[in-house]
């Protein structure tokens, strides 16, 4: 986040619609196992440089974090779930030549607990999300879909959960004949 430009005062993220949530990890069970769990901490920076490279991937934002020295992982934001799973299928793509080497190395019974992985994936209806940020540049949720003023979506929690970018279809009018 160096180098980002701070938002001074409290926004709020601009997302439209239903977001798209993955959480991806790994957990190093061994440290001396540096063979077997370090090829896995670099396989998702190089995922993420050709994701960067790829606007129309899908992937709007992601951020990397720790939730302890063992355990390492990515929140990414994305378009929609077609497009995370495009990816994660894509042969073209580093993803599936990664996962198809570490299924193989544990299929051989060469990976027994040296590393562990993890993901959640969530689609997060609209109106089941929100957001708020005071004195920060875009960050998460904001850095996906846009920082917009506070005001834009409500002052209070309660306010920003009951936004919809969208209307409600009216009520169908039936002419009589």
């Known amino acids: 986040m160096f180098g980002k430009r701070i938002e001074l005062g409290r926004t709020s993220a601009g997302a439209e619609g239903d977001?798209?949530?993955?959480?991806?990890?790994?957990?190093?069970?061994?440290?001396?196992?540096?063979?077997?769990?370090?090829?896995?901490?670099?396989?998702?920076?190089?995922?993420?440089?050709?994701?960067?490279?790829?606007?129309?991937s899908g992937l709007l934002a992601h951020v990397l974090l720790t939730?302890?020295?063992?355990?390492?992982?990515?929140?990414?934001?994305?378009?929609?779930?077609?497009?995370?799973?495009?990816?994660?299928?894509a042969p073209d793509?580093?993803?599936?030549?990664?996962?198809?080497?570490?299924?193989?190395?544990?299929?051989?019974?060469?990976?027994?607990?040296?590393?562990?992985?993890?993901?959640?994936?969530?689609?997060?209806?609209?109106?089941?999300?929100?957001?708020?940020?005071a004195d920060m540049p875009a960050f998460g949720l904001a850095a996906a879909h846009g920082q917009v003023p506070l005001a834009a979506r409500g002052r209070y929690a309660k306010d920003r959960f009951a936004h919809r970018t969208r209307k409600p279809p009216a009520e169908a009018v039936h002419e009589t004949n």
């Open 93 to 133: 793509a580093l993803h599936r030549p990664a996962w198809a080497a570490f299924n193989r190395l544990e299929k051989a019974g060469k990976v027994r607990g040296e590393v562990g992985l993890w993901h959640e994936a969530y689609i997060v209806p609209e109106g089941s999300y929100e957001a708020i940020y």
């Open 19 to 56: 977001v798209v949530v993955l959480l991806i990890g790994m957990r190093i069970n061994r440290f001396w196992a540096v063979h077997r769990w370090l090829p896995v901490f670099l396989a998702m920076p190089r995922m993420l440089r050709e994701l960067g490279k790829d606007p129309a």
């Open 67 to 89: 939730a302890s020295p063992r355990t390492y992982y990515v929140v990414q934001y994305w378009e929609s779930k077609e497009k995370l799973y495009a990816y994660a299928h």
